[in-house]
Protein backbone atom coordinates (compact mmCIF):
# COMPACT_ATOMS: atom_id res chain seq x y z
CA UNK A 1 0.00 0.00 0.00
CA UNK A 2 2.69 2.41 1.20
CA UNK A 3 4.60 1.99 -2.28
CA UNK A 4 1.58 2.78 -4.53
CA UNK A 5 1.35 6.10 -2.56
CA UNK A 6 1.20 9.41 -4.73
CA UNK A 7 3.40 12.43 -4.63
CA UNK A 8 1.45 15.61 -3.89
CA UNK A 9 1.52 19.38 -4.14
CA UNK A 10 -0.30 21.77 -1.93
CA UNK A 11 -1.39 25.04 -2.85
CA UNK A 12 -2.61 28.10 -0.27
CA UNK A 13 -5.64 30.31 -1.20
CA UNK A 14 -7.49 32.91 0.27
CA UNK A 15 -11.11 34.50 -0.12
CA UNK A 16 -12.70 37.72 0.74
CA UNK A 17 -16.73 36.63 1.29
CA UNK A 18 -19.21 38.83 2.02
CA UNK A 19 -20.15 39.61 5.33
CA UNK A 20 -17.28 38.38 7.00
CA UNK A 21 -15.30 41.33 7.85
CA UNK A 22 -12.09 42.43 6.78
CA UNK A 23 -10.05 39.05 7.47
CA UNK A 24 -10.23 36.18 4.26
CA UNK A 25 -11.40 32.50 4.13
CA UNK A 26 -8.10 30.79 4.11
CA UNK A 27 -7.63 27.37 2.26
CA UNK A 28 -5.03 24.65 1.52
CA UNK A 29 -5.61 22.19 -1.41
CA UNK A 30 -3.72 19.26 -1.60
CA UNK A 31 -3.75 17.63 -5.00
CA UNK A 32 -1.30 14.57 -6.51
CA UNK A 33 1.53 15.89 -8.53
CA UNK A 34 -0.28 13.98 -11.54
CA UNK A 35 -3.63 13.86 -12.24
CA UNK A 36 -5.65 10.78 -10.67
CA UNK A 37 -8.80 9.13 -11.29
CA UNK A 38 -10.07 10.10 -8.07
CA UNK A 39 -8.70 13.95 -8.36
CA UNK A 40 -12.43 14.50 -9.52
CA UNK A 41 -13.43 14.40 -5.88
CA UNK A 42 -12.66 17.41 -4.01
CA UNK A 43 -13.22 16.58 -0.23
CA UNK A 44 -13.26 19.29 2.10
CA UNK A 45 -12.14 18.87 6.15
CA UNK A 46 -14.08 21.42 7.88
CA UNK A 47 -13.95 22.11 11.90
CA UNK A 48 -14.40 25.25 14.32
CA UNK A 49 -10.94 25.53 14.74
CA UNK A 50 -8.08 25.80 11.67
CA UNK A 51 -8.12 22.50 9.13
CA UNK A 52 -5.52 24.05 6.85
CA UNK A 53 -2.94 21.72 7.58
CA UNK A 54 -5.21 18.20 8.83
CA UNK A 55 -3.44 15.43 8.27
CA UNK A 56 -5.83 13.41 6.72
CA UNK A 57 -6.51 15.70 3.83
CA UNK A 58 -2.74 15.16 2.92
CA UNK A 59 -3.07 11.15 3.42
CA UNK A 60 -6.40 11.42 0.76
CA UNK A 61 -4.17 13.40 -1.76
CA UNK A 62 -1.60 10.53 -1.73
CA UNK A 63 -4.49 8.32 -2.69
CA UNK A 64 -5.54 10.66 -5.77
CA UNK A 65 -8.28 12.53 -4.21
CA UNK A 66 -8.11 16.52 -4.47
CA UNK A 67 -8.11 16.95 -0.81
CA UNK A 68 -8.44 20.87 1.07
CA UNK A 69 -8.41 21.90 4.42
CA UNK A 70 -10.47 25.55 5.47
CA UNK A 71 -9.64 27.90 8.67
CA UNK A 72 -13.38 29.51 9.67
CA UNK A 73 -12.87 32.76 11.31
CA UNK A 74 -13.72 33.28 14.62
CA UNK A 75 -17.07 34.58 15.70
CA UNK A 76 -16.99 38.21 16.19
CA UNK A 77 -18.34 38.75 18.84
CA UNK A 78 -21.14 40.81 20.12
CA UNK A 79 -22.98 40.93 16.73
CA UNK A 80 -26.89 39.21 16.78
CA UNK A 81 -27.08 36.31 14.39
CA UNK A 82 -23.51 36.98 12.75
CA UNK A 83 -21.94 33.43 13.22
CA UNK A 84 -24.52 31.66 11.47
CA UNK A 85 -24.56 33.85 7.77
CA UNK A 86 -20.72 34.18 8.41
CA UNK A 87 -19.83 30.33 8.44
CA UNK A 88 -22.22 29.15 5.96
CA UNK A 89 -21.02 31.72 3.30
CA UNK A 90 -17.51 30.72 4.09
CA UNK A 91 -18.13 27.27 3.42
CA UNK A 92 -20.36 27.68 0.47
CA UNK A 93 -17.72 29.75 -1.01
CA UNK A 94 -14.94 27.21 -0.91
CA UNK A 95 -17.44 24.33 -2.05
CA UNK A 96 -17.67 26.84 -5.14
CA UNK A 97 -13.78 27.08 -5.31
CA UNK A 98 -13.42 23.73 -5.18
CA UNK A 99 -16.02 22.63 -7.81
CA UNK A 100 -14.11 25.41 -9.97
CA UNK A 101 -10.91 23.84 -10.05
CA UNK A 102 -9.75 21.64 -13.40
CA UNK A 103 -11.26 17.83 -13.15
CA UNK A 104 -13.21 18.46 -10.47
CA UNK A 105 -16.90 17.35 -10.12
CA UNK A 106 -17.84 16.40 -7.21
CA UNK A 107 -17.29 18.18 -3.68
CA UNK A 108 -17.36 15.59 -0.35
CA UNK A 109 -17.70 17.75 2.62
CA UNK A 110 -15.42 15.82 5.73
CA UNK A 111 -16.92 16.86 8.94
CA UNK A 112 -14.60 16.49 11.74
CA UNK A 113 -15.93 16.76 15.84
CA UNK A 114 -17.46 20.01 15.94
CA UNK A 115 -17.28 20.12 12.15
CA UNK A 116 -20.09 17.78 12.20
CA UNK A 117 -22.92 19.85 14.03
CA UNK A 118 -21.49 23.04 11.27
CA UNK A 119 -21.69 20.22 8.10
CA UNK A 120 -24.68 18.62 8.98
CA UNK A 121 -26.44 22.35 9.56
CA UNK A 122 -24.78 23.83 6.60
CA UNK A 123 -25.94 20.85 3.68
CA UNK A 124 -29.68 21.40 5.59
CA UNK A 125 -30.41 25.34 5.22
CA UNK A 126 -28.08 24.82 1.22
CA UNK A 127 -30.96 22.15 0.37
CA UNK A 128 -33.91 23.41 2.04
CA UNK A 129 -33.59 27.11 3.59
CA UNK A 130 -33.69 28.56 6.74
CA UNK A 131 -37.45 28.76 7.04
CA UNK A 132 -37.89 25.84 10.08
CA UNK A 133 -35.47 28.12 11.99
CA UNK A 134 -36.38 31.85 11.11
CA UNK A 135 -40.18 31.14 11.67
CA UNK A 136 -39.28 29.61 15.76
CA UNK A 137 -39.78 31.86 18.52
CA UNK A 138 -35.83 31.94 19.75
CA UNK A 139 -33.80 34.12 22.32
CA UNK A 140 -32.06 36.09 19.08
CA UNK A 141 -33.70 35.29 15.96
CA UNK A 142 -31.76 32.88 13.50
CA UNK A 143 -30.71 34.84 10.14
CA UNK A 144 -32.46 34.18 6.47
CA UNK A 145 -29.29 32.82 4.62
CA UNK A 146 -29.80 31.62 0.69
CA UNK A 147 -27.62 31.21 -2.39
CA UNK A 148 -25.48 27.91 -0.58
CA UNK A 149 -24.37 25.57 -2.66
CA UNK A 150 -24.93 22.19 -1.54
CA UNK A 151 -21.91 19.41 -1.21
CA UNK A 152 -22.35 16.03 -3.27
CA UNK A 153 -21.64 14.43 -0.29
CA UNK A 154 -21.31 14.70 3.61
CA UNK A 155 -18.90 12.80 5.97
CA UNK A 156 -19.28 12.61 9.13
CA UNK A 157 -16.17 11.68 11.05
CA UNK A 158 -16.41 11.55 14.75
CA UNK A 159 -18.92 14.44 14.55
CA UNK A 160 -20.77 15.25 18.29
CA UNK A 161 -23.58 15.48 18.92
CA UNK A 162 -24.35 19.31 18.81
CA UNK A 163 -25.15 19.55 22.63
CA UNK A 164 -21.80 18.95 23.88
CA UNK A 165 -22.18 22.15 25.98
CA UNK A 166 -25.08 20.99 27.49
CA UNK A 167 -23.55 17.68 28.07
CA UNK A 168 -20.23 19.32 29.55
CA UNK A 169 -22.33 20.62 32.44
CA UNK A 170 -21.90 19.48 36.01
CA UNK A 171 -25.26 20.18 37.70
CA UNK A 172 -23.84 20.45 41.22
CA UNK A 173 -22.41 23.54 41.00
CA UNK A 174 -24.44 25.66 43.13
CA UNK A 175 -24.12 28.94 41.37
CA UNK A 176 -22.56 30.76 38.80
CA UNK A 177 -20.43 32.57 41.37
CA UNK A 178 -17.74 29.90 41.92
CA UNK A 179 -16.98 26.40 41.50
CA UNK A 180 -15.90 25.58 45.01
CA UNK A 181 -19.94 25.28 46.72
CA UNK A 182 -21.42 21.99 45.67
CA UNK A 183 -24.95 20.29 45.35
CA UNK A 184 -23.85 16.75 46.70
CA UNK A 185 -26.94 14.92 45.82
CA UNK A 186 -25.92 15.69 42.37
CA UNK A 187 -22.21 15.61 42.89
CA UNK A 188 -20.58 12.73 40.49
CA UNK A 189 -17.81 12.21 43.22
CA UNK A 190 -19.75 11.94 46.16
CA UNK A 191 -19.50 7.97 47.11
CA UNK A 192 -23.37 8.44 48.36
CA UNK A 193 -24.07 8.88 44.28
CA UNK A 194 -22.33 5.58 43.62
CA UNK A 195 -18.64 6.56 43.30
CA UNK A 196 -15.78 4.65 43.86
CA UNK A 197 -12.29 5.94 43.70
CA UNK A 198 -10.35 3.15 43.26
CA UNK A 199 -11.99 2.38 40.19
CA UNK A 200 -11.25 3.77 36.83
CA UNK A 201 -14.50 3.27 35.45
CA UNK A 202 -17.80 4.07 37.96
CA UNK A 203 -21.18 2.78 37.66
CA UNK A 204 -23.73 4.69 38.53
CA UNK A 205 -27.33 3.72 40.09
CA UNK A 206 -30.14 4.72 37.90
CA UNK A 207 -31.76 7.11 40.59
CA UNK A 208 -28.66 9.07 40.39
CA UNK A 209 -28.12 9.30 36.48
CA UNK A 210 -31.74 10.41 36.55
CA UNK A 211 -31.65 13.15 39.03
CA UNK A 212 -28.15 14.20 37.15
CA UNK A 213 -29.24 14.25 33.37
CA UNK A 214 -32.60 16.18 34.52
CA UNK A 215 -30.11 17.78 36.43
CA UNK A 216 -28.10 19.31 33.54
CA UNK A 217 -31.25 20.45 31.77
CA UNK A 218 -32.31 22.68 34.61
CA UNK A 219 -28.57 24.64 35.27
CA UNK A 220 -28.75 24.75 31.33
CA UNK A 221 -31.92 26.78 31.52
CA UNK A 222 -30.71 28.92 34.29
CA UNK A 223 -27.76 30.06 32.32
CA UNK A 224 -29.69 30.75 29.64
CA UNK A 225 -32.16 32.72 31.51
CA UNK A 226 -29.50 34.59 33.50
CA UNK A 227 -28.28 34.91 29.91
CA UNK A 228 -30.84 36.84 28.98
CA UNK A 229 -31.44 39.15 31.61
CA UNK A 230 -27.92 40.14 30.96
CA UNK A 231 -29.08 40.66 27.16
CA UNK A 232 -32.00 43.01 28.07
CA UNK A 233 -29.47 44.82 30.80
CA UNK A 234 -27.22 45.11 27.27
CA UNK A 235 -30.03 46.44 25.19
CA UNK A 236 -30.90 49.27 27.72
CA UNK A 237 -27.92 50.57 27.70
CA UNK A 238 -26.77 49.46 31.58
CA UNK A 239 -24.33 46.34 30.67
CA UNK A 240 -20.89 46.32 30.96
CA UNK A 241 -20.09 46.68 27.12
CA UNK A 242 -22.62 48.54 24.63
CA UNK A 243 -23.23 45.04 22.86
CA UNK A 244 -22.23 42.06 24.67
CA UNK A 245 -20.75 40.58 27.81
CA UNK A 246 -18.39 37.97 29.05
CA UNK A 247 -20.13 34.89 30.95
CA UNK A 248 -18.17 32.54 32.93
CA UNK A 249 -19.63 29.18 33.61
CA UNK A 250 -18.05 27.21 36.41
CA UNK A 251 -18.07 23.23 36.10
CA UNK A 252 -18.44 23.51 32.10
CA UNK A 253 -15.67 22.92 30.63
CA UNK A 254 -16.24 21.10 27.13
CA UNK A 255 -12.56 19.98 27.03
CA UNK A 256 -12.04 18.44 30.41
CA UNK A 257 -13.35 14.99 31.36
CA UNK A 258 -14.08 15.56 35.34
CA UNK A 259 -17.48 17.09 34.50
CA UNK A 260 -19.47 14.66 32.06
CA UNK A 261 -21.15 11.51 33.28
CA UNK A 262 -20.71 9.66 30.24
CA UNK A 263 -16.66 10.00 31.01
CA UNK A 264 -16.62 8.50 34.36
CA UNK A 265 -19.65 5.98 33.64
CA UNK A 266 -18.12 4.72 30.18
CA UNK A 267 -21.64 2.70 29.62
CA UNK A 268 -23.12 5.94 28.48
CA UNK A 269 -22.70 6.98 24.46
CA UNK A 270 -19.95 4.30 25.14
CA UNK A 271 -20.83 1.93 21.96
CA UNK A 272 -22.48 1.81 18.45
CA UNK A 273 -26.17 0.66 18.19
CA UNK A 274 -24.45 -1.61 15.13
CA UNK A 275 -21.62 -3.07 14.05
CA UNK A 276 -19.18 -0.77 12.24
CA UNK A 277 -16.36 -1.33 10.27
CA UNK A 278 -13.16 -1.36 12.60
CA UNK A 279 -9.99 -0.49 11.54
CA UNK A 280 -7.17 -2.52 13.76
CA UNK A 281 -3.21 -0.89 14.04
CA UNK A 282 -2.17 -3.54 12.16
CA UNK A 283 -4.15 -2.93 9.05
CA UNK A 284 -7.10 -5.41 9.60
CA UNK A 285 -11.12 -4.58 9.18
CA UNK A 286 -13.32 -6.27 11.34
CA UNK A 287 -17.57 -5.38 11.63
CA UNK A 288 -18.41 -5.19 14.76
CA UNK A 289 -20.26 -3.53 18.05
CA UNK A 290 -17.68 -0.50 18.63
CA UNK A 291 -16.97 0.45 22.02
CA UNK A 292 -14.97 3.84 23.86
CA UNK A 293 -11.63 3.83 24.60
CA UNK A 294 -11.68 7.49 26.41
CA UNK A 295 -10.62 8.05 29.62
CA UNK A 296 -11.60 9.28 33.14
CA UNK A 297 -10.23 12.28 34.64
CA UNK A 298 -9.81 13.58 38.42
CA UNK A 299 -12.41 16.40 39.65
CA UNK A 300 -11.29 19.97 39.10
CA UNK A 301 -14.59 22.26 39.06
CA UNK A 302 -12.85 24.89 40.91
CA UNK A 303 -10.10 25.01 38.76
CA UNK A 304 -10.59 27.99 36.15
CA UNK A 305 -8.73 26.22 33.27
CA UNK A 306 -9.79 22.84 33.56
CA UNK A 307 -13.47 23.13 35.34
CA UNK A 308 -14.75 26.53 33.63
CA UNK A 309 -16.09 27.70 30.63
CA UNK A 310 -15.61 31.47 29.23
CA UNK A 311 -18.50 32.37 26.57
CA UNK A 312 -20.42 35.66 25.70
CA UNK A 313 -23.84 36.44 26.05
CA UNK A 314 -24.82 37.16 22.94
CA UNK A 315 -23.02 33.52 22.10
CA UNK A 316 -25.03 31.67 24.28
CA UNK A 317 -28.19 32.74 23.29
CA UNK A 318 -27.56 32.28 20.19
CA UNK A 319 -25.86 28.67 19.82
CA UNK A 320 -29.95 28.11 22.02
CA UNK A 321 -30.98 24.14 22.27
CA UNK A 322 -33.94 23.09 23.33
CA UNK A 323 -35.01 19.66 25.04
CA UNK A 324 -37.84 18.13 25.85
CA UNK A 325 -39.31 16.78 29.31
CA UNK A 326 -38.01 13.05 28.52
CA UNK A 327 -34.65 13.81 27.71
CA UNK A 328 -31.65 11.44 28.83
CA UNK A 329 -29.51 9.50 27.24
CA UNK A 330 -28.05 5.88 27.30
CA UNK A 331 -25.26 3.44 26.14
CA UNK A 332 -25.98 4.21 22.26
CA UNK A 333 -28.85 6.67 22.32
CA UNK A 334 -30.11 9.98 23.12
CA UNK A 335 -33.38 11.28 23.05
CA UNK A 336 -35.48 14.67 24.08
CA UNK A 337 -33.96 16.77 21.59
CA UNK A 338 -35.92 19.45 20.20
CA UNK A 339 -35.01 19.07 16.32
CA UNK A 340 -37.46 21.26 14.59
CA UNK A 341 -35.80 23.83 17.06
CA UNK A 342 -32.00 23.12 17.55
CA UNK A 343 -29.80 24.25 14.42
CA UNK A 344 -26.70 21.85 15.45
CA UNK A 345 -27.86 18.39 16.41
CA UNK A 346 -27.36 15.79 13.53
CA UNK A 347 -30.45 13.48 13.17
CA UNK A 348 -34.56 13.77 13.32
CA UNK A 349 -36.81 13.30 15.07
CA UNK A 350 -36.08 13.81 18.50
CA UNK A 351 -33.91 10.83 19.30
CA UNK A 352 -30.95 8.56 17.67
CA UNK A 353 -28.71 6.42 18.12
CA UNK A 354 -24.80 6.94 17.93
Partial sequence: MRDSLLPIRSEFF???????GNNGTNLTVWRPVKDHENSRIAVLAVHRSNYMNFA????????????????????????????????????????DFLRSLPGVDKVVLMAHSQGGCIL???????????????????????????????ADGL????????????????PSVRSLDNGYTRIPELDLYNPDNGYDPSVSNQTYPDGFVKRFQRAQIEYYRQILEYAKQRYDVIRSGRGH????????????????????LFNQDRR????????????????TITEEIVYTNRKSAPSTPSSRYAGGFSTTVVDLLEDEVRFFDDYAYGDCWIRGLDERFNVNPKKSPSSYEV
Fill in 14 to 20: SFHTDNC
Fill in 56 to 95: PMKEMAKRGFTAAGVSLKPRRRGRETDAPAVWTKEVSTCV
Fill in 120 to 150: SAYQYIAENGTARFTESERLIPFPEISGLSP
Fill in 155 to 170: ILMDGNYGIMKVLALD
Fill in 241 to 260: FEENEIIFIPGAAGGSHNNK
Fill in 268 to 283: FLGRTAKPRRLLHADG
